[in-house]
Every structure is written in structure tokens, then in C-alpha cells.
């Protein structure tokens, strides 16, 4: 399989819209939940309080509103 790093502008954009053709999607929380469980956050855990923000489009502009809202409240915030 050819590296993204070995590729030219061209071949690495054809080979990103490819990349994941053919896979099935996962969905649910099973890896959340199994990253949280390997850092010893326990799932429900009142005192971890994080946004888990997923799509296709838009990611960067949703954690920075919900950053500076936050913020706007006093809460300290790490994105």
C-alpha cells in the first residue's frame, strides 16, 4: 500500500476521498467507552465532563463556540 507521505497533491487527495471505501462505518460509544476505561475514567463519572463532537463537517467551529461559552461561564477548558 502506498504512504500518504510518498504522494504528490494529486494522489494523496484521490487517496483520502478512497481511503475508507468498502469499510463499514462503527457506530455507538464502545470505543469511548473502552478509551475512558483505559484511562480509568469510569463512564459515569459525574466530575469528567467532556463534549464528544463527531461529523463530517464543522468540528473545529462547534468546539470553539462551546470553548468560549464555557469560558464565558468561568469553566477552564482544554480543546
Known amino acids: 500500500m502506498?504512504?500518504?507521505l510518498s504522494l504528490k497533491y494529486e494522489h494523496l487527495l484521490d487517496w483520502l476521498l478512497h481511503v475508507n471505501r468498502g469499510r463499514q462505518?462503527?457506530?455507538g460509544l464502545q470505543?469511548?467507552?473502552d478509551m475512558q476505561r483505559l484511562l480509568g475514567v469510569k463512564y459515569t463519572d459525574?466530575?469528567?465532563g467532556a463534549f464528544h463532537?463527531?461529523?463530517t463537517n464543522g468540528k473545529g467551529s462547534v468546539?470553539?463556540?462551546l470553548a468560549k461559552a464555557m469560558e464565558s461561564i468561568g469553566l477552564r477548558v482544554g480543546l
Open 63 to 65: 468546539c470553539w463556540k
Open 46 to 48: 459525574k466530575n469528567f
Open 25 to 27: 462505518v462503527k457506530l
Open 2 to 4: 502506498i504512504r500518504p
Open 53 to 55: 463532537v463527531a461529523g
Open 31 to 33: 470505543n469511548m467507552k
